[in-house]
T-cell receptor, first 111, second 114 residues
């Protein structure tokens, strides 16, 4: 089936630095790209999403960029804080109401 | 508003048995999606229900089935359980669909198959 590749699988940054997580997808019908944050033992929570008619979206310290031609999208977190430490999942949704997830990135922000 | 609730939270079954999991969406939400989360396979989409109809199904065998009731509550059933079915099963609800509105996840049901 169609897959979503996510890199890196683990990422460690110093507090205050930026973190970037990248995802690629193969289904050209994908038109919705959410990012979820899952803290240890908790449920995933949507942190930002982008639709295929937009190239970039920003919400305070979090931004997502989408390159439809290259079929990749990225999550950018600036001025990272220890509470940003979690597993982040990207996903790609297509018109047939399917949702494919990346394998996740474990982000550790060191104080 | 109450969040998405799932019952039971923990379940232990043996191979060959069947299991039914329940999900109550946020009031007013008509879409319920189900996901399987395992350390090895990550998050995988099982299916989505909207207004009592299954809109799409992920790549899972027919042992995995579901249904949705008129009050939008949803159940997921797994028959002939296998060891590999051990996982955290998450449901998520949204107003009109997983591609339309934000999904809110429940706490999950942790299923262990012995």
């Amino acid at each position: 089936g169609e897959n979503v590749e996510q890199h890196p699988s683990t990422l460690s940054v110093q507090e205050g630095d930026s973190a970037v997580i990248k995802c690629t997808y193969s289904d050209s019908a994908s038109n919705y790209f959410p990012w979820y944050k899952q803290e240890l033992g908790k449920r995933p929570q949507l942190i930002i999403d982008i639709r295929s008619n937009v190239g970039e979206k920003k919400d305070q310290r979090i931004a997502v960029t989408l390159n439809k031609t290259a079929k990749h999208f990225s999550l950018h977190i600036t001025e990272t804080q220890p509470e940003d430490s979690a597993v982040y999942f990207c996903a790609a949704g297509s018109n047939n109401n399917d949702m494919r997830f990346g394998a996740g990135t474990r982000l550790t922000v060191k104080p | 508003k109450a969040g998405v609730t799932q019952t039971p939270r923990y379940l232990i079954k043996t191979r060959g048995q069947q299991v039914t999991l329940s999900c109550s969406p946020i009031s007013g939400h008509r879409s319920v999606s189900w996901y399987q989360q395992t350390p090895g396979q990550g998050l995988q989409f099982l299916f989505e229900y909207f207004s009592e109809t299954q809109r799409n199904k992920g790549n899972f065998p027919g042992r995995f089935s579901g249904r949705q009731f008129s009050n939008s509550r949803s159940e997921m059933n797994v028959s002939t359980l296998e060891l590999g079915d051990s996982a955290l099963y998450l449901c998520a609800s949204s107003l009109a669909g997983l591609l339309v509105n934000e999904q809110f996840f429940g706490p999950g049901t942790r299923l262990t198959v012995l």
